[in-house]
C-alpha cells in the first residue's frame, strides 16, 4: 500500500518519519488538515538538516552554552547557532532608517491609553440559563433607573454589585488596555468619558452597567525613548532576512527527497 506520506532525504540523508511526526505537533494548522502540519514539519527538518550538513561541511564545531538556569543547548543546536552567526552578516541599522520607521507608524509608539470606568455587575454564571437571563434583566433595570437619575450609579452599585468595586460606588480606578476581559474593553475603549453605556453588556462575569468617568488617550513617545526599541526590531527584520538567504542558498543547491519548497522558507529554529 502506498505511503501516507513520501519519504523525506536530504542530499542522500534521510529524515525518520517519527521525527517529523514529533515536530508536527509544534505546528498549528487548520483542524482536521494533519497533512498541512505534516507538510510544514517536514520543511523544517529539511532546513535543520541542511543548517546541520553545513556546519559540519565548513568544520565549525560544537560548544553548547547555557541558554538559561540547568538548560543547555544540545549538540545540534550549538552548531547551529555557530554557523548562522560565522555566515551571517546583517545589513547595519542606522539611525535614519529607524527615524523613517518612527515617522511612518507613529501610532505604533505611544503611551498606553488609560481608562477610569466604573461598573455594576449583575454576576451569573456562563453556563446557567436561568441566572444569566435575570442578571441581564436586573442590569436593564439598573440602566432604566440611571435615565431617570444619572447621580444615582454610585449608590444603585453599593447596593446591587457583585464585584468588591461596590463599596466605592462601581469605581475600578485607573486601568488600561489588557487589564479587563475584551468585551469590557470594548466598550470601555469607545464610551466617551462622563457617559454611561446605554446598553448591558455581557461577558463571562455576568452583566455590566459601565460607566465612564475619565479617559486619557496615551501621547506620543519622543523618538529619543524609543530609538533603541526600534533599532532592535530593525535588527531582528534584517538578521531573519539575512538567516532566510542563506536558506534559500542552501536549499537551491541541495538534493531534496519528498518536500516542495516552491513556497517561503523558514530558519528551523534552534
Same mark, same amino acid.
Given at each position: 500500500?502506498?505511503?501516507?506520506?513520501p $519519504?523525506?532525504?536530504?542530499?542522500?540523508e534521510?529524515?525518520?518519519?517519527?521525527?517529523?511526526?514529533?515536530?508536527?505537533?509544534?505546528?498549528?494548522?487548520?483542524?482536521?488538515?494533519?497533512?498541512?502540519? &505534516?507538510r510544514?514539519?517536514?520543511?523544517? #527538518?529539511?532546513?535543520? %538538516?541542511?543548517?546541520?550538513?553545513?556546519?559540519?561541511?565548513?568544520?565549525?564545531?560544537? $560548544?553548547?552554552?547555557? #541558554?538559561?538556569?540547568?538548560? &543547555?543547548?544540545?549538540?545540534?543546536?550549538?552548531?547551529?547557532?555557530?554557523?548562522?552567526?560565522?555566515?551571517?552578516?546583517?545589513?547595519?541599522?542606522?539611525?535614519?532608517?529607524?527615524?523613517?520607521?518612527?515617522?511612518n507608524?507613529?501610532?505604533?509608539?505611544?503611551?498606553?491609553?488609560?481608562?477610569?470606568?466604573?461598573?455594576?455587575?449583575?454576576?451569573?454564571?456562563?453556563?446557567?440559563?436561568?441566572?444569566?437571563?435575570?442578571?441581564?434583566?436586573?442590569?436593564?433595570?439598573?440602566?432604566?433607573?440611571?435615565?431617570?437619575?444619572?447621580? %444615582?450609579?454610585?449608590?444603585? %452599585?453599593?447596593?446591587?454589585? $457583585?464585584?468588591?468595586?461596590?463599596?466605592?460606588?462601581?469605581?475600578?480606578?485607573?486601568?488600561?488596555s489588557g487589564?479587563?476581559?475584551?468585551e =469590557?474593553?470594548?466598550?470601555?475603549?469607545?464610551l466617551?468619558?462622563g457617559?454611561?453605556?446605554?446598553?448591558?453588556?455581557?461577558?463571562?462575569f455576568? =452583566?455590566?452597567v459601565?460607566? #465612564?468617568d475619565?479617559?486619557?488617550?496615551?501621547a506620543?513617545?519622543?523618538?529619543?525613548?524609543?530609538?533603541?526599541?526600534?533599532?532592535e526590531?530593525?535588527?531582528?527584520?534584517? &538578521?531573519a532576512?539575512?538567516?532566510?538567504?542563506?536558506?534559500?542558498?542552501l536549499v537551491?543547491?541541495?538534493?531534496i527527497?519528498?518536500?516542495?519548497?516552491?513556497?517561503?522558507?523558514e530558519?528551523a529554529?534552534?
Amino acid at each position: 500500500m502506498k505511503p501516507l506520506f513520501p $519519504d523525506v532525504a536530504v542530499n542522500g540523508e534521510p529524515i525518520a518519519s517519527a521525527v517529523i511526526a514529533a515536530e508536527a505537533q509544534n505546528h498549528k494548522v487548520p483542524a482536521g488538515k494533519p497533512g498541512l502540519a &505534516w507538510r510544514a514539519a517536514a520543511k523544517a #527538518m529539511v532546513v535543520r %538538516a541542511l543548517l546541520l550538513q553545513e556546519a559540519k561541511r565548513l568544520g565549525i564545531e560544537s $560548544d553548547p552554552q547555557a #541558554m538559561a538556569d540547568d538548560i &543547555w543547548e544540545t549538540a545540534e543546536e550549538a552548531l547551529i547557532r555557530a554557523l548562522l552567526e560565522q555566515e551571517i552578516e546583517p545589513r547595519e541599522v542606522s539611525e535614519a532608517a529607524c527615524k523613517a520607521l518612527y515617522d511612518n507608524s507613529p501610532e505604533t509608539f505611544r503611551a498606553p491609553d488609560l481608562f477610569q470606568p466604573a461598573h455594576i455587575l449583575f454576576a451569573a454564571r456562563p453556563d446557567d440559563k436561568v441566572a444569566r437571563q435575570t442578571a441581564k434583566e436586573n442590569a436593564e433595570a439598573a440602566l432604566a433607573a440611571l435615565a431617570k437619575d444619572p447621580k %444615582a450609579f454610585a449608590r444603585i %452599585a453599593k447596593a446591587n454589585s $457583585d464585584c468588591p468595586s461596590r463599596e466605592n460606588g462601581g469605581a475600578l480606578g485607573q486601568v488600561g488596555s489588557g487589564d479587563l476581559v475584551p468585551e =469590557f474593553e470594548a466598550v470601555m475603549e469607545t464610551l466617551p468619558a462622563g457617559e454611561v453605556h446605554p446598553e448591558a453588556v455581557e461577558t463571562s462575569f455576568g =452583566f455590566h452597567v459601565i460607566r #465612564m468617568d475619565e479617559k486619557a488617550e496615551g501621547a506620543l513617545l519622543p523618538f529619543d525613548s524609543v530609538k533603541a526599541q526600534i533599532k532592535e526590531k530593525l535588527e531582528q527584520l534584517a &538578521w531573519a532576512k539575512a538567516a532566510n538567504d542563506l536558506t534559500k542558498k542552501l536549499v537551491g543547491r541541495a538534493s531534496i527527497q519528498g518536500v516542495d519548497f516552491g513556497q517561503a522558507i523558514e530558519v528551523a529554529s534552534t
